[in-house]
Nanobody
Framework: QVQLVESGGGLVQAGDSLTLSCAAS????????MGWFRQAPGKEREFVAA????????TYANSVKGRFTISRDNAKNTVYLQMNSLKPEDTAVYYC????????????????????WGQGTRVTVSS
């Protein structure tokens, strides 16, 4: 079992940058593939980015590709989402998620594929 706590959200202006962090409990963080998802007001939760256990394989939603970067530090039990060139449409509650993975080179983009979720951190981008 792993517990996830997101942080780093806030109110920013369009064009600004923000880095979200997700701290995981436990000693087996490197066993988990990680993902970031978001839910905008009135919309379904959607995939944002995913990273493999090793950190070497990443996948992004088309809407954030080239602007967001997912990374992880297994020594710190933390996954990050660096968000640049933020747009008002990036306004959402951002959630990190985890699932165990046998492979070090696979990540997952579907919500049902994840077993553990954080409580979310809110990001608001003003125009």
């Amino acid at each position: 079992q792993v517990q996830l706590v997101e942080s780093g959200g806030g109110l920013v202006q369009a064009g600004d940058s923000l880095t979200l962090s997700c701290a995981a409990s436990g000693r087996t963080f490197s066993s988990y593939a990680m993902g970031w998802f978001r839910q905008a007001p009135g919309k379904e939760r959607e995939f944002v980015a995913a990273v493999s256990r090793s950190g070497g394989v990443t996948t992004y939603a088309n809407s954030v590709k080239g602007r967001f970067t997912i990374s992880r530090d297994n020594a710190k039990n933390t996954v990050y989402l660096q968000m640049n060139s933020l747009k008002p449409e990036d306004t959402a509650v951002y959630y990190c998620a985890a699932r165990t993975s046998v492979s070090t080179r696979v990540n997952y983009t579907g919500q049902p594929q994840y077993d553990y979720w954080g409580q979310g951190t809110r990001v608001t981008v003003s125009s």
